[in-house]
């Protein structure tokens, strides 16, 4: 830690860099960052590939994050919450655009892609940056404080899973008392589900099937369905983690019927491997987590699909 | 706050009571007492007139809540959580059972019925339990902790609504540090949905209807929809907030048709009271989380709370 203070304080220019897909933790992060820089009077820019999600623009400084990298060179990269430097873009290598980078994440599996790598496992990068600037003697502004919140809140799953310790709770305090506004930022990040996604999630799961046991659950979305909802693929997010949560589920599937096929989701909780049902029909994934498009009509690829996982459990 | 510790000191028997259809802050506010009024040696009783939900079971104790009370006359009645002594049960007569009445709560309009009141604006009645034990200088334990935590986490949305102060995230670190397991309790509540309440939710979600302008949206359940699921009320938790937070929506409200007439759930988000609108229909709550039970049969009542609701907004 000595050493990044050290550099920050040293460097005149810093370009603040987090992952393609940006999501919560990364945007509050990067921003935070920025508004520590500017704070101290270092010129500092923001880049990240994608565009900042509509859910993160009420906070301040948003509009500054930019797609594209200057030609100048920095005397500093700070790159966030990236595990390697490829989730930054592939067509940046930092250490052409900076004279040192800095890499600062909490992924365990972190390549230590940077000159000083600060790799810790907390709850999110907000966390870690908070007690970066605690010990740089940062003043946690309301600003910087609604940053981190996010931040905070958003990898935790609201303070959920794992890794939720009581410091982040004791930080979580801080920063409201610095003037995050808990519930307005829980409404701004949470709620912005539109009526037809709502819809389109409620028809996926009163239709939920499930096998006799109950250990195999599914849904048929046809497209018929989704486009009388006005329904988009992205509303569907998180929907089959959902189905997983259900007491004794230990296999969920999403079919949803699109142009080009028939596409169908998996995740197992405790003990089946996805991956490898899902490779035999054509598809691929993590061991809880996998996919496949099949060509077909609904009923014949569903029948198909089911053969294969009753194969493993039913 | 000294009266309160003055008669629980002095009293011998303590029942402790909760409101029918109990939440996690009614269950875990009143397992926290109990737990903490046998450490001090007392003979203590719990009553609820409805049984705790499936997923509060894993509370420790949660097994000795009793559906009825004895006839004995107890020297002290505990009321936790109830904004009226109607909602404890219309079928008991709180100073027929006990010497002194004692009501903890943290609704606004609460109708002071106890011989001793304790109504504060706080996130939870588990918080107000929290600083009575601190005040009394009671251990807590690991269990109740679990206990006071699930009733903080549970009222205030997974800290998310209004009266979510940095005090309440300073008290539930301090219950973590105390035992209380994060991850494992948001597990516990959150995940524990059966097949039958998953496709209840949805089926109310599908249903979901809307005012022109999007600001107030509601959903209508029908007691043959519910039976046809094998839905319980409890499987309903949580929707109304869900409804609320669609984008655009300032008012959300909740039909149930229920054995004893037809439940009325609102939730607003900035700008309506909808605790004024729940009194015109004769029921009661909070500015942005309030109910009413009406008579009538479900279009009937519909059409009369909405023009209740479209007289604020529309």
Redesign the interface.
């Known amino acids: 830690m000595q050493k990044i203070i050290k550099a920050i304080k040293e460097a005149k220019s810093i370009i603040i860099l987090t992952h393609l897909d940006p999501d919560g933790d990364a945007i509050g992060s990067m921003i935070a960052v920025y508004l520590a820089l500017k704070g101290m009077g270092k010129k500092a820019e923001m880049f990240c590939r994608d565009a900042v999600p509509e859910m993160y623009e009420f906070l301040p400084g948003s509009g500054k994050v930019k797609k594209s990298v200057n030609k100048d060179k920095y005397d500093l990269a700070i790159a966030l919450d990236c595990g390697d430097d490829k989730r930054v873009s592939n067509k940046i290598d930092l250490r052409a655009i900076a004279g040192t980078v800095i890499n600062i994440d909490h992924h365990p599996d972190n390549t230590k892609f940077g000159d000083i790598n600060m790799v810790e496992k907390l709850s999110s990068v907000a966390e870690i940056i908070y007690k970066l600037f605690v010990k740089m003697k940062i003043k946690i502004t309301k600003d910087i404080a609604q940053c981190l919140y996010v931040g905070i809140m958003t990898d935790t799953?609201?303070?959920?899973?794992?890794y939720?310790?009581?410091?982040t709770?004791?930080i979580?305090?801080?920063l409201?008392?610095a003037g995050a506004k808990?519930?307005r930022i829980?409404?701004a990040v949470?709620?912005?589900?539109?009526?037809s996604s709502?819809?389109i999630?409620?028809?996926?799961?009163?239709?939920?099937e499930?096998s006799e046991s109950?250990k195999v659950?599914w849904t048929v979305l046809p497209k018929q369905l989704m486009d009388s909802l006005g329904a988009k693929s992205e509303d569907l997010t998180g929907l089959v983690d959902?189905?997983r949560?259900?007491?004794g589920v230990e296999v969920a599937i999403l079919f949803r019927e699109e142009d080009d096929g028939i596409k169908v989701n998996f995740r197992s909780k405790f003990t089946v491997n996805v991956s490898e049902i899902a490779q035999q029909l054509g598809g691929g994934g993590h061991i809880r987590a996998s996919g496949a498009i099949l060509q077909g009509n609904l009923d014949n690829v569903k029948e198909k699909v089911l053969n294969e996982v009753f194969k493993v459990i039913k």
Chains 1, 2 share one sequence.
């Open positions: 799953g609201n303070f959920r899973y794992d939720t310790t009581p410091e709770l004791d979580a305090a801080t409201a008392r808990i519930s829980a409404m949470y709620e912005t589900k539109t009526m709502v819809r999630l409620g028809a996926a799961m009163y239709r939920l499930s109950g659950a959902q189905l949560a259900i007491k």
